[in-house]
């Protein structure tokens, strides 16, 4: 619409009214601003007419083209508009069109299918972290039977303290159910992975336990260990934490935490 307006060359005119005269002609005031009695008015052929101090052309023409360079709020219900004119505004096209180039060299696409080709690339990307993920899950579960054939007995009880590297929440879960499974007893599942200065810990107890060592205190008190804290159910409760480096040592002190549990 601006530049629809710009291309029209539009005459601009300015006169100096009284106020109240300036509103009774269809004036426009910028919301928030105070007036004094006379006030300039700038009027562009038949499409605006508005209070202001600022304007300086002889036609709309004069401003070449109006490009937004950006919006923002500056208060509730507000918001801001900035942009370029003129030369600003052309030096500005051309930049963004160098870097337009740029990327379709990169992509070995045109303008035209620059856009599809990026969201083939994001859409392979995802399939590849899926995959990624899905690896994983397989090498850690494979790893289950050797782990529990490691693990500690305590009291009879199976103690599976184990840290599975690259693993979110959610996979940890699916691991400690796998555990859970596969044990055919008994078993405490204290499992944690530390990224990106970040500890997940996921605590599952077998059925028989959830009275004596509930999921959740015990996530709780590893979760002290790791500058974090959480909860859960009985049976299955997780927790985070901030100190990726105390957990090998967190994880070394569950068997004794389930020990203090069943004695009590």
Not at 112 to 117: L, M, Q
């Given at each position: 619409m601006v530049n629809a307006q710009i291309r029209a060359n539009l005459p601009v005119s300015t006169r100096n009214l009284p106020r109240d005269e300036a509103f009774s002609l269809g004036a426009i005031a910028?919301?928030?601003?105070?007036?004094?009695?006379?006030?300039?008015?700038?009027?562009?052929?038949?499409?605006?007419?508005e209070f202001c101090g600022g304007t300086h052309l002889n036609a709309t023409g004069e401003i070449g083209v109006f490009l937004v360079a950006g919006e923002s709020s500056i208060a509730s219900g507000v918001r801001r508009i900035e942009a370029l004119t003129g030369q600003g505004a052309y030096e500005a096209i051309a930049r963004d069109r160098?870097?337009?180039?740029?990327?379709?060299?990169?992509?070995?696409?045109?303008?035209?299918?620059?856009?599809?080709?990026?969201?083939?690339?994001?859409?392979?990307?995802?399939?590849?972290?899926?995959e990624l993920q899905r690896s994983k899950?397989?090498?850690s579960a494979s790893e289950v039977d050797s782990i529990l054939a490691a693990a500690p007995a305590v009291q009879g009880v199976k103690v599976v303290a184990h840290a599975f590297p690259g693993l979110d929440s959610a996979q940890l879960r699916t691991m400690a159910d796998v555990i859970r499974a596969k044990a055919g007893g008994p078993v405490v599942a204290a499992l944690g992975s530390a990224e990106e200065k970040k500890?997940?810990?996921?605590?599952?107890?077998?059925?028989?336990?959830?009275?004596?060592?509930?999921?959740?205190?015990?996530?709780?008190?590893?979760?002290?260990?790791?500058?974090?804290?959480?909860?859960?159910?009985?049976?299955?409760?997780?927790?985070?934490?901030?100190?990726?480096?105390?957990?090998?040592?967190?994880?070394?002190?569950?068997?004794?935490?389930?020990?203090?549990?069943?004695?009590?």
């Open positions: 910028p919301f928030g601003e105070k007036y004094g009695e006379t006030v300039r008015v700038v009027r562009c052929g038949d499409f605006s007419m160098e870097t337009l180039d740029e990327i379709c060299r990169r992509l070995s696409a045109t303008s035209d299918s620059a856009a599809e080709r990026v969201q083939a690339l994001q859409d392979e990307l995802k399939a590849l972290r899926r899950e397989e090498n500890v997940a810990l996921i605590v599952a107890v077998s059925k028989d336990l959830e009275i004596k060592v509930p999921a959740g205190g015990l996530v709780q008190e590893i979760a002290k260990m790791v500058g974090g804290g959480g909860g859960g159910r009985p049976d299955m409760a997780q927790a985070g934490g901030k100190n990726p480096e105390k957990l090998p040592e967190a994880l070394a002190a569950v068997a004794g935490m389930v020990e203090k549990r069943l004695g009590a």
